[in-house]
T-cell receptor
Framework: DTGVSQNPRHKITKRGQNVTFRCDPI?????LYWYRQTLGQGPEFLTY????????KSRLLSDRFSAERPKGSFSTLEIQRTEQGDSAMYLC????????????FGQGTRLTVV | AQSVTQLDSQVPVFEEAPVELRCNYS??????LFWYVQYPNQGLQLLLK??????LVKGINGFEAEFNKSQTSFHLRKPSVHISDTAEYFC???????????FGKGTMLLVSP
């Protein structure tokens, strides 16, 4: 197992366009998390899934953001009508039911909205 | 709600010197505490965690941290740093029984020869 995988690593998009990111968690990890990290800040929680169920969403997750985990494996995060303020690193993490507190992070997708 | 304060945004240190990165948290209930390291353009790697038990926790790469409940602190220490320890370090907290993390703003450790 190679860890949490995120694609793409970098994305440049024009304001107003839609973007979608993918996260493949470590196999057999039932929990999957999305965080956002802006320059000079620590990661901020966006949402998390237990298997295919989305159990919690942060107030940071506006209506333009949607996340899915259709079969309890990989997850996608879509941002509609991107704004310059959406420019950030989007991090995905996963954890196993036996040690749910121990989250393993992917390398992130860096989004730049121009 | 819980919060994390990392008192230093940057800590410069010479190679082979000891270092302490400070972290304080606030929470009205029991918490779990973590330190993560982030190298440039990389994700976060778990250094160590405190869930319960011994207040002195040892992690990877020679780092350790001590949980102090009365001072609500979880400072990270290393007796002798290497150039390769140059990175951003994040302290994080989660509520007991929950797995979502609240992070501090990070401390940039700059190790020079």
């Amino acid at each position: 197992d190679t860890g949490v995988s995120q694609n793409p690593r970098h994305k440049i998009t024009k304001r107003g366009q839609n973007v979608t990111f993918r996260c493949d968690p470590i196999s057999e990890h039932n929990r999957l998390y999305w965080y956002r990290q802006t320059l000079g800040q620590g990661p901020e929680f966006l949402t998390y899934f237990q298997n295919e169920a989305q159990l919690e969403k942060s107030r940071l997750l506006s209506d333009r953001f949607s996340a899915e985990r259709p079969k309890g494996s990989f997850s996608t995060l879509e941002i509609q009508r991107t704004e310059q303020g959406d420019s950030a690193m989007y991090l995905c993490a996963s954890s196993h039911r036996s040690v749910p507190e121990e989250a393993f992070f992917g390398q992130g997708t860096r989004l730049t909205v121009v | 709600a819980q919060s994390v304060t990392q008192l230093d945004s940057q800590v410069p240190v010479f190679e082979e010197a000891p270092v302490e990165l400070r972290c304080n948290y606030s929470s009205s209930v029991s918490v779990y505490l973590f330190w993560y390291v982030q190298y440039p353009n990389q994700g976060l790697q778990l250094l160590l965690k405190y869930l319960s038990g011994s207040t002195l926790v040892k992690g990877i790469n020679g780092f350790e941290a001590e949980f102090n409940k009365s001072q609500t602190s979880f400072h990270l220490r290393k007796p002798s740093v290497h150039i390769s320890d140059t990175a951003e370090y994040f302290c994080a907290v989660s509520l007991s029984g929950y797995s979502t993390l609240t992070f501090g703003k990070g401390t940039m450790l700059l190790v020079s020869p």
